[in-house]
């Protein structure tokens, strides 16, 4: 008879804890949001094309050399700083992949 009781116990403990976990579990962690920018099948690009993070930094370039090969460059993304001339300095490149 104890067995049976402590088994029934069991389920309904289970059961109860399921529901209230429903109204005391913390909230989900979902994906964030989609990019604004999206590049499909059927756009083209203008190239050369840069990427700039929010505080304009240039960390990625999409280029044609001058034999048509495609080059893609990754960029330090420190901000670029400014010569005594108030002309931009280049940031520094820290990978390419050329085809």
């Given at each position: 008879m104890?067995?049976?009781l402590n088994l029934a116990l069991s389920i309904a403990a289970g059961l109860?804890?399921?529901?209230?976990?429903?109204?005391?579990?913390?909230?989900?962690?979902h994906a964030q949001a989609p990019s604004s920018v999206?590049?499909?099948?059927?756009?083209t690009l203008q190239l050369p094309v840069?990427?700039?993070?929010?505080?304009?930094a240039v960390v990625a370039s999409?280029?044609?050399?001058?034999?048509g090969q495609?080059?893609?460059?990754?960029f330090d993304a420190k901000?670029?700083?400014r010569s005594?001339?108030?002309?931009?300095?280049?940031?520094?490149?820290?990978?390419s992949a050329r085809r």
């Open positions: 104890n067995a049976k109860v804890g399921g529901m209230l976990l429903q109204f005391a579990a913390p909230n989900l962690v999206v590049v499909g099948g059927a756009q840069f990427v700039v993070n929010e505080s304009g999409l280029t044609m050399d001058s034999d495609p080059n893609f460059k990754l901000p670029p700083a005594k001339d108030g002309t931009i300095n280049v940031p520094s490149e820290i990978w």
